[in-house]
């Protein structure tokens, strides 16, 4: 089955500064790569996707590259705020799983 | 998300009773998955059903646990016999039909056994 790796399993940068969350995937089926944002107490807010088709997409101040040949995608985060300051998973699914496989999450603080 | 209920919010149970989870999914979502997540790690995928239909229960163990999604009605995650070892955060995820896999989740039921 599939296994994901996630790192660093805890992240401390200046507000303002830049995050970069990296994630390994095992099975070259995957083909879906999701994060998702957890503050306590809460359940996995979806922030960003992306599929095996494309490299990189963006959302304003968040982006997740993918390398499917190296079997890798990261999460970065530009300009970054308190409120940023959660937990964050990484995700793969696709091939024979339509369910998705965890990292085992990063705790990121956005110092003021 | 707004879609995704789960109740109750926080459930205590004495070792040796039964804990009933319920999920209702996104209106028209037909595919939802039970996830478990153990204090400060990831969450671990238990079992993915669709309407009446188990479709992977990989994830769950073998015995205690049991899932539904019935055709009317929210999802139940039923645990038989709890023990402390069962404490921990249940998450319940749906994701519309077809290929997309996009997966959004509820609030989760906190389960803690005394």
């Known amino acids: 089955g599939e296994n994901v790796e996630q790192h660093p399993s805890t992240l401390s940068v200046q507000e303002g500064d830049s995050a970069v969350i990296k994630c390994t995937y095992s099975d070259s089926a995957s083909n879906y790569f999701p994060w998702y944002k957890q503050e306590l107490g809460k359940g996995p807010q979806l922030i960003i996707d992306i599929r095996s088709n494309v490299g990189e997409k963006k959302d304003q101040r968040i982006a997740v590259t993918l390398n499917k040949t190296a079997k890798h995608f990261s999460l970065h985060i530009t300009e970054t705020q308190p409120e940023d300051s959660a937990v964050y998973f990484c995700a793969a699914s696709g091939g024979s799983a339509r369910q998705l496989t965890f990292g085992s999450g990063t705790q990121l603080t956005v110092l003021p | 998300n707004a879609g995704v209920m789960q109740n109750p919010r926080h459930l205590v149970r004495r070792r040796g009773q039964e804990a009933r989870l319920r999920c209702s999914p996104v209106?028209?979502?037909?595919?939802v998955y039970w996830y478990r997540q153990l204090p400060e790690e990831g969450l671990k995928f238990m079992v993915y059903l669709q309407k009446e239909n188990i479709i992977d229960e990989s994830g769950m163990p073998k015995e205690r646990f049991s899932a539904e999604f019935p055709k009317e009605g929210p999802s139940i995650l039923r645990i038989q016999q709890v023990v402390r070892g069962d404490s921990a955060a249940y998450f319940c995820a749906s994701s519309p039909e077809g290929g997309d896999t996009e997966a959004f989740f509820g609030q989760g039921t906190r389960l803690t056994v005394v």
């Open positions: 209106k028209g979502h037909s595919h």
